[in-house]
T-cell receptor, first 111, second 116 residues
């Protein structure tokens, strides 16, 4: 069974810093990997989707990389802002479009 | 993309009662998914709702506790039955776009349930 792990569990940085969130998965036979953002008590917002044939995907200040063979992905956030404070989740497909989720990284950006 | 709405957004319920959560999608989709997120935890899949057939439940979840309806390709409901405080969670519906297992997932805003 696929297991997804995220490190660190929590991260606190001053505004303006660049940061990296890590995601690892045990079964490398995936079609894609997706990064989500979740604000407290809310639903999930899709940030980036990386297909297995891609090595990275960019959206604004966000850059996600995927190393399928080693079972790892990173989410890089440039010039962090207080509005980036949220929990970030990575997820991989489990077949039939359902997802296996990581444990999440709770990010706090201090003004 | 897909725009998903859920009702209610939150509720506080008494032990032993039931709550039905609605999920509406702005486009037709084959499968809809229901997830549970317990406090401080990540998401766990409850079941897959298929139009025209019974829902498929994951291990640890049963139809008597979480009955699901899927009357058409844009709507689904999840009922949390005979609730206990352990059912306090955020319940989210989601849909996939693209090929099964290879497409992007979109989530509703969630229903925050508190059981007293």
């Amino acid at each position: 069974k696929q297991e997804v792990t995220q490190i660190p569990a929590a991260l606190s940085v001053p505004e303006g810093e660049n940061l990296v969130l890590n995601c690892s998965f045990t079964d490398s036979a995936i079609y894609n990997l997706q990064w989500f953002r979740q604000d407290p008590g809310k639903g999930l917002t899709s940030l980036l989707l990386i297909q297995s044939s891609q090595r990275e995907q960019t959206s604004g200040r966000l850059n996600a990389s995927l190393d399928k063979s080693s079972g790892r992905s990173t989410l890089y956030i440039a010039a962090s802002q207080p509005g980036d404070s949220a929990t970030y989740l990575c997820a991989v497909p489990g077949g039939a479009n359902n997802l296996f989720f990581g444990t999440g990284t709770r990010l706090t950006v201090i003004p | 993309s897909a725009v998903i709405s859920q009702k209610p957004s939150r509720d506080i319920c008494q032990r032993g009662t039931s709550l039905t959560i609605q999920c509406q999608v702005d486009s037709q989709v084959t499968m809809m998914f229901w997830y549970r997120q317990q406090p401080g935890q990540s998401l766990t899949l409850i079941a897959t709702a298929n139009q025209g057939s019974e829902a498929t439940y994951e291990s640890g979840f049963v139809i008597d506790k979480f009955p699901i309806s899927r009357p058409n390709l844009t709507f689904s409901t999840l009922t949390v039955s005979n609730m206990s405080p352990e059912d306090s969670s955020i319940y989210l519906c989601s849909v996939g776009k693209g090929l099964a297992g290879a497409g992007e997932q979109f989530f509703g805003p969630g229903t925050r349930l508190t059981v007293l």
